[in-house]
């Protein structure tokens, strides 16, 4: 889109192996070593506009470090951004904030997150919700539904049944499936968050999601039937998720007026 783009990781060799690495300015950091002392803003080359998707862990929703390491370490690194200048941040937060609500999510729906990754996104939300008190910085918070495609971690869904398929395993182990989800390709989110992130017509919570309401089963069907690929399904092999309600999907009212938005 004709900007300078300023990319970070923890991991500058895997970074280097990247086809987009030659066309973006490149500044590692690791946030375990995070410094007050240092002018973060600065060292990202003062930007205009930041997009925080770092989060470590992942996908264990429950571990207690959500809330004792990831929490604070984010805060004071967002903070000391917007401290030292910046004035527009994007940030991704999850659809596990809203809890054990069912139905169509809307942004204005209350959080009543129940595990400690919905708990310590939401705590960071309030945060820098307050900061916007002491600073004049635009917050966009943008809430991911159930994101797939490349690059994910070898225990979620599609992964697993990749796996399966590869191996040429006689079925694929999952739950009964009848739970329904909001699935959307990683590279249409990447999309919706760039889109998200250049405008200012629209801020605070914004639901990252197809607006589509699917059962697990279904999907992968789907996915199957895309790809012109079989495999029994073994359903009921796992429980369902004990943190999660059982229909849920989101509303994407908002987005879609970012996405129209010129």
């Not at 992964?159 to 182990?173: D, G, K, R, S, V």
């Not at 989110?189 to 990252?208: E, L």
């Not at 369902?240 to 009212?253: A, I």
């Amino acid at each position: 889109m004709g900007h300078c783009v300023i990319a970070s990781s923890s991991n500058p060799e895997k970074a280097e192996r990247k086809n987009w690495f030659g066309d973006v300015t490149y500044a590692p950091l690791n946030l375990a070593d995070y410094d007050d002392g240092v002018n973060y803003f600065d060292f990202f080359f003062r930007p205009d506009i930041m997009i925080h998707l770092a989060w470590e862990g992942l996908p264990d929703f429950k571990g207690s470090f959500h809330m004792n390491v990831n929490l604070p370490r984010h805060k004071s690194f967002l903070q000391n951004m917007i401290r030292n200048g910046l004035r527009d941040l994007s940030v991704t937060g999850t659809c596990l904030e809203y809890g054990m609500r069912e139905g169509a999510l809307r942004e204005d729906d209350p959080a009543n997150p129940i595990v400690s990754y919905g708990i310590a996104k939401n705590e960071l939300w309030k945060f820098l919700s307050q900061l916007q008190d002491l600073y004049p910085v635009s917050l966009k918070w943008i809430r991911l539904f159930y994101i797939y495609g490349e690059g994910q971690t070898s225990k979620s869904l599609i992964p697993q049944l990749e796996a399966a398929l590869a191996n040429n395993e006689p079925h694929f182990n999952m739950s009964k499936g009848d739970q329904v989800r909001d699935f959307l390709p990683a590279h249409v989110a990447a999309g919706y968050i760039v889109k998200t992130a250049m405008q200012n017509a629209f801020a605070g919570i914004v639901n990252c999601c197809s607006g589509k309401s699917v059962t697990v089963k279904q999907f992968i069907l789907n996915y199957l039937a895309d790809r012109n690929k079989t495999i029994s399904l073994n359903t009921g092999y796992y429980p369902y998720p004990d943190y999660e309600p059982m229909r849920f999907w989101g509303n994407n009212d908002k987005l879609k007026r970012i996405l129209n938005y010129d």
